[in-house]
């Protein structure tokens, strides 16, 4: 993996109090320091910043970046009166503007939110933002999405490349990446749009780095078999909350406890139950 996102909109981050979220934030920079030097190559820390308010999430963001991330990810709050397209605008340019050269992961989730985006307006953010680098695109359809949204950056380039270079790969009139969340239940498709790589929740992140790396390769046939392998597991593991995920890393030996802090659901004995049967039958025995 090339990197670490932390306190994201589905997780517990919410449950956190402030000292826990500054701790958790530190403790991330620091990890990720050793993780360098010891690869001797970068890897990366993304702090979720969104927050119901925009001064929240200002905030939350100053703070990541006073701390030491690489990047924040921001994804619009649900309003009782739907925000306008400017609004939205001003979020991002105001989180841009009181943090100079931190980079910004646009998150589209409208399932969490409620708040939906049209591909023009992920566009114009994207144009008129500019510390927006990377768009963690989770609204479906996502391959139809994707597909648009690449397309508004081609056919919006500047004005003096010429026609062949505007209709080739090498410019996308945006700096940005889009990178597949929702748990990667629609990797198999986002792959046959050019998606760039994963941004999501999965307790096996290293299917999906081999997923992409078999992508990177050009062997796609590769990359959907292992997608394919892995699905019901995908599948199972998306269902609400995260006592699941929760379960595996504990099977795995990563976590001591798989405790869900209140009042999130813990895992109910027919979760328990369909896990151990999947994880039996993907794997054999897996922890216990």
Sequence with gaps: ASGVTITG???ESSRLIDKEREELVRTAVRVAADVNETRGGPFRVCVGSSHTGTAGTVALSQMAYDLGADAVMVTPSYE???????????????????????SI????????????MSPGLVARITKEVPAITCVKLESLPTSGRIASIRELWRT????????ATRNSDAVSGSPCTILTGLGALYAGFDLEQGTDGFMTGFAFPEVLVAIHEAAEANDLERARALYERFLPLIVFEQQPGVAIRKEIYRRRGLIECNHVRHPGASLSLPLETGLRGLLNRMFGVLGG
Aim: proline share 11%; glycine share 4%.
């Design 80 to 102: 009782p009166t739907p925000a306008s397209d400017e609004d939205l605008v001003t979020l991002f340019r105001r989180v841009q503007d009181s943090c100079p050269d931190l």
């Design 156 to 163: 919006e380039a500047p004005h003096e490349v010429d026609d």
């Design 9 to 11: 909109v589905l997780g």
């Design 105 to 116: 992961v646009l998150q589209d989730h409208p399932g969490s939110t409620q708040v939906h």
